[in-house]
């Protein structure tokens, strides 16, 4: 068992992650000496360096510390990885960032923010209420808060906000005292071979929220009478079946306001800033969180209308009268679903023109007709060619593989460069970028073309 207190110097390979800048950070607020390898230089990793956390990105075992008492790593990571290979062959300690993070988190009080989407924007609300309201909490998220500029915060409250991913069965290194499920959609088929694999990756996690604790799960999960924990309540957006869902809710100036019913309280008059109503149903989640952890109504209130969202997450780039551009960091039919369907709603009179990068060849395999019916919500839709991020291209699998099974006309495959051009050519007025790519390198040049036009 590794000693966390008696080191020093920690080293991660792949410290540009989002799940491994957050541990990173949290390393160097401890006091601990933190360097890091990725692959390519990204706003994170500039923004770790300026923090004073070394950075280099090549596969060097020259740069690599060799006097590391912790090296972390994540699974993205190729086995035959150089550095990796010499810390394993030397016998330092070496873990996942899910066994890291399952260290840090063995004695403090853990809400864990679980689902094949809408995790990172759930876990972030939570975060940013507790911190908002005085209450308090560690944060490790996977996402960058728009409120704080960061993916990760401390505090001296023994409570930790984690969000709890299910890729690799990260999330069973985790001992929640509070445990949210947003969704069980197949993904990352790759790892678990079949959906009802995946799905009870997810009742096991259930299972592993303490006895005096709380599972907090979406109302109409698929397999919901399977998840384990003894004290569990559900959230809807407005199934009144469930036992926390929204009421009333009322769509002005491009906000939200709306009611939160719960058994025996009702919470009237809520305000949220940001746009999609799968927003609304998230935020309904956080505050069934905050409730039951004592925080009082004006406090949640207060918070909400304060929240700022999460960066890639329905975020707006541009939104004038005039033109709309949003980004997202969609990767999963149900959550382009939601994301087209929320833009379209909030935006009716304009011609709404998609980009989507798909991610990963396993997944456009898996869900290629899925996300064609999706992408068939657009009125103009683009393709970028797929980002592999961990994976080796599949024979016959391409983003041409999704615009085959589509039946809307006003689609094509472009490069990035060609996109740059389409864009200049026809200035959409409602513009959506979805990909958990690196489609985002692309969001200032779009914007400045668009600006500029």
């Not at 390898?37 to 060097?60: C, F, M, Q, R, W």
């Not at 990796?84 to 016998?91: I, W």
């Not at 699998?397 to 495959?413: E, G, T, Y």
């Not at 050519?425 to 513009?431: E, F, I, R, T």
């Amino acid at each position: 068992m590794v000693d966390l207190n008696n080191i020093r110097v920690v080293y991660f390979i792949g410290i540009g992650g989002i799940g491994m800048s957050a541990l990173a950070r949290y390393f160097h607020s401890q006091g601990k000496v933190v360097s890091g390898y990725d692959k390519t230089e990204s706003d994170l990793t500039k923004e770790l360096v300026a923090d004073g956390i070394a950075v280099h990105y090549e596969d060097d075992v020259q740069q690599a510390p060799k006097d590391a008492g912790l090296v972390v790593y994540t699974p993205a990571v190729p086995k035959d990885h150089s550095e990796l290979l010499f810390y394993q062959e030397n016998n330092f300690p070496v873990l996942k960032r899910s066994e890291v993070l399952g260290l840090i988190t063995s004695k403090t009080f853990n809400i864990c923010v679980a689902g094949t989407h809408g995790k990172t924007t759930i876990s972030t609300m939570i975060a940013h209420i507790l911190r908002h309201s005085g209450y308090g909490c560690n944060a490790f998220l996977g996402g960058i808060s728009v409120n704080y500029g960061s993916n990760f915060w401390s505090n001296n409250n023994n409570v930790c906000v984690v969000e709890a991913d299910e890729y690799d069965r990260s999330f069973l290194r985790l001992n929640p005292d509070v445990a949210v499920i947003t969704a069980m959609d197949a993904d990352h088929l790759d790892i678990y071979g079949t959906e009802e694999n995946m799905q009870q990756a997810f009742i096991e996690f259930s299972g592993k929220v303490k006895d005096d604790g709380l599972l907090l799960s979406k109302h109409g999960l698929k397999r919901s009478s399977d998840l384990i924990a003894g004290h569990r309540q559900t959230y809807s957006l407005q199934n009144d079946e469930a036992d926390i869902y929204g009421s009333s809710i009322r769509l002005r100036h491009g906000s939200y306001e709306f009611d939160v019913m719960m058994k025996d309280f009702m919470l009237d008059n809520v305000q949220l800033n940001i746009g999609g109503m799968h927003n609304v149903e998230n935020s309904i989640a956080a505050i069934g969180v905050a409730n039951y952890l004592g925080i009082t109504s004006d406090k949640i209130k207060n918070a909400v209308a304060d929240f700022m969202g999460v960066k890639r997450r329905f975020e707006y780039i541009i939104k004038t009268n005039e033109r709309v551009f949003i980004d997202d960091y969609a990767h999963h039919p149900e959550e382009l679903k939601a994301l087209i369907t929320g833009a379209k709603a909030l935006f009716p009179d304009k011609r709404c023109t998609i980009v989507f990068q798909p991610h990963l060849y396993s997944r456009t395999k898996d869900l290629a007709d899925e996300f064609a019916s999706v992408l068939d919500l657009g009125d103009q839709v683009i393709l970028l060619p797929i980002y592999p991020a961990r994976e080796l291209p599949i024979e016959g699998v391409s983003s041409q593989m999704i615009l085959d099974r589509m039946k809307n006309q006003n689609k094509q495959v472009l490069t990035k460069e060609e996109l740059k051009g389409w864009v200049k050519k026809n200035k959409p007025v409602l513009l959506i970028t979805a990909g958990a790519g690196d489609i985002d390198r692309e969001l200032e040049p779009l914007k400045q073309i668009l600006q500029n036009n």
